[in-house]
């Protein structure tokens, strides 16, 4: 799928997959061991790893409700 929603109890994450391959060009960023589901992933990944991104380039969101949405 283009577009997977991420589940959290406190508003789940529309995360644009095909966005993020076509502008990073690097399954690396996210996938380590190679393409598929990420071994361990949830909020310790999501909020070193997407977050400091966002942070790092300062672009892509850093709030919680940019990500979180009811
Ligand atoms: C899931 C491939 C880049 C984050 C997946 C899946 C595949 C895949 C095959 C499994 C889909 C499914 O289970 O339906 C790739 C390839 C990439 C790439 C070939 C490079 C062209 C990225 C990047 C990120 C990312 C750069 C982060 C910015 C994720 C996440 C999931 C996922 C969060 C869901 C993981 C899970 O449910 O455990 N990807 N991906 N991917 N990908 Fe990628
Ligand atoms: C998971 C809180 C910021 C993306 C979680 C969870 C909590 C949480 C409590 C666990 C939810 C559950 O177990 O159901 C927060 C708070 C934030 C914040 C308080 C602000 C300080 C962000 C940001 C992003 C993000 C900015 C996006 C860049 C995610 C993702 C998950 C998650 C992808 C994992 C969802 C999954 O496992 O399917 N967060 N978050 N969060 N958060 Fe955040
Ligand atoms: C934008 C989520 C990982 C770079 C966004 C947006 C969301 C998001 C919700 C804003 C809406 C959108 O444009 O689609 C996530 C989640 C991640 C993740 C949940 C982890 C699974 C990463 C990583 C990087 C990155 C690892 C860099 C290595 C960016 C950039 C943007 C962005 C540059 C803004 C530019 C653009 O719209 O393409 N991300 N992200 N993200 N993300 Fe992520």
Not at 11 to 25: A, C, E, R, Y
Not at 38 to 51: P, S
């Amino acid at each position: 799928a283009d577009v997977i929603t991420l589940p959290a109890k406190n508003g789940d994450i529309t995360f644009n997959h095909k966005k993020h391959q076509d502008t990073l060009k690097d399954c690396k960023a996210c996938h380590e061991k190679g393409p598929g589901k990420i071994e361990g992933f949830g909020k310790d990944f999501a909020h070193k790893t997407c977050k400091g991104c966002h942070a790092d380039k300062g672009a892509g969101p850093t709030k919680c409700a940019e990500c979180h949405k009811k």
